[in-house]
Structures are given as C-alpha cells and as structure tokens.
Nanobody, 124 residues
Framework: QVQLLESGGGLVQAWGSLRLSCAAS????????MAWFRQAPGKEREFVAV????????RYAGSVEGRFTAFRDNAKNTLYLQMNSLKPEDTGVYYCAASNTKIINTTKDEYEFWGQGAQVTVTS
C-alpha cells in the first residue's frame, strides 16, 4: 500500500510561484512512477506532469510546459512540483499519484494510488 500526502498549496497572484510537495510512504519508491494531476471546478481531472523513478525522465502537459518543473528526491521519498508564472487557469486541486511501473503514463486510470489533494488558487 502506498500513502501520498501533498503539501504546499495556497493562494497566489498571477505570475507568482508555488511549490507543491508529495511525501510517499512506500518501501521501494524507485518502483513507482509518480505524477501530478489537477482538477478545476466542474472539469475532469487532467494530467500535469510525470517523473519516472529511474533516469528521472519527465513529461508535461502542454499547458504547463516551460512554467512547471516536476522532480523527485528518491532518498526522501518525495515528489515536487515547482510552479512558476502561474495563471488563473492553473487554479484547481492538485493531486499526487503513483503507479507501480517504470514507464511514463499520462492517463489517470493508470495510477493506483492518490493523495488527498492540495488546493491552488491563482488570482488575477
């Protein structure tokens, strides 16, 4: 069983920055790809970024490419999302997810484990 706990959400003005963290309680974190998804009110949960466990390759949604950086510290069992140049359309609940695979998945159905979510609100 994997437990994920996000932190670092909050309220920020447009063009500001926030960093989200996701602490994973798991024995072999290097067996899991870890990702960020987000869900805006009234919308489907959407992929944001994923980091492979080995090699640390990343993939981003087009809407955040160049503004967000996902990275992980396997020694600390923690995934991060550095969000810069935030826009009001980035507002939503951000979820950390883990998948027992070493490949890159961008589909939410591929992820078995989810955190409780962290609210990010960007004002104009």
């Amino acid at each position: 069983q994997v437990q994920l706990l996000e932190s670092g959400g909050g309220l920020v003005q447009a063009w500001g920055s926030l960093r989200l963290s996701c602490a994973a309680s798991v024995r072999n974190v290097t067996s899991y790809s870890m990702a960020w998804f987000r869900q805006a009110p009234g919308k489907e949960r959407e992929f944001v970024a994923v980091v492979r466990p080995i090699g640390l390759n990343t993939r981003y949604a087009g809407s955040v490419e160049g503004r967000f950086t996902a990275f992980r510290d396997n020694a600390k069992n923690t995934l991060y999302l550095q969000m810069n140049s935030l826009k009001p359309e980035d507002t939503g609940v951000y979820y950390c997810a883990a998948s027992n695979t070493k490949i890159i998945n961008t589909t939410k159905d591929e992820y078995e484990f989810w955190g409780q979510g962290a609210q990010v609100t960007v004002t104009s």
